[in-house]
């Protein structure tokens, strides 16, 4: 090679695969190389001591994050898959069964005492969920519903709140809407018997009367849990696949076309 004789490079990377060519006016030489942990060279040419530990990422290095990434997305959707069949068999053979419904008009001070219960009605078969649904006709007021769902039989109880507000109007911008007239509430693992719901509605000050319907379902499937796993599956393989991307961005800023090249 002639003093001030130039040539172009060019490097064509596959972790831990290279090829590499250098050319001039007058010829290419092309080179092919792998990538070699400083271990294995340290052990295949029984070096004294250890090698220097690496700094960065060089730029045919196999990234240890790649492989790993592809496994836990294989996992992933292996579960996935599980979660959704076990999701699809509940719908199927979820009841889904009404065992109460009826409705009422709250009117403010017609009696001194605003809870009443309802009539009994009975939940079949073994443990299961129940819903209440509470659907009113508000407007621009709010109200909450004390409610007690209790077992005849054994007196045993499990109460719960539910508030239900719903305004509305318009302005510059146009018409607007907040809250929502109707409530769903679960109540997971109820046994099976004879029950009533006591209830004690709430009202804001201003509200004269509201009516409202209640409806007691048991038995009813549910895609809540389903999507829980789904966020805690994606969790894993999403990590690893964020420092997957993040080695080889530390790779590609010392090419050519990285933000850290000169």
Request: proline share 6%.
């Amino acid at each position: 090679m002639e003093r001030g004789e130039s040539f172009t490079v060019k490097d064509y990377i596959a972790p831990p695969k290279i090829l590499s060519s250098e050319s001039n006016v007058s010829e290419t030489t092309w080179s092919a190389g792998e990538y070699v942990n400083g271990r294995d060279i340290w052990k295949a040419f029984k070096l004294p001591g250890a090698p220097p530990r690496p700094a960065g990422v060089f730029l045919n290095q196999p990234s240890p994050y790649l492989e790993s990434a592809k496994g836990m997305w294989r996992l992933c959707w292996t579960f996935l898959l599980s979660a959704l069949v076990i999701v699809l068999a509940s719908f199927a053979l979820a009841r889904d069964e009404e065992v109460f419904s009826d409705h009422y008009v709250f009117h403010a001070g017609a009696q001194p005492e605003a809870s009443f219960v309802t009539r009994t009605f009975e939940l079949q078969g073994g443990t299961s969920n129940v819903e209440v649904d509470t659907t009113s006709d508000l407007s621009n007021s709010w109200a909450y519903f004390n409610y007690a769902l209790i077992n005849q039989d054994t007196g045993q109880a499990f109460d719960f709140g539910r508030e239900i507000s719903y305004y509305s109007g318009s302005d510059s911008d146009g018409s607007w809407t907040e809250g929502s007239k109707n409530d769903s509430v679960t109540a997971p693992s109820i046994p099976a018997g004879h029950y009533y719901l006591r209830v004690e509605p709430e009202v804001a000050p201003d509200l004269q009367a509201m009516g409202y319907s209640i409806r007691v379902r048991r038995d009813v499937p549910s895609s809540a849990y389903f999507w829980v796993a789904v966020i805690l599956l994606l969790i894993p393989p999403a990590l690893g696949t964020y420092r997957a991307a993040s080695f080889e961005g530390r790779r590609w800023a010392e090419s050519d076309y990285g933000e850290g090249s000169d």
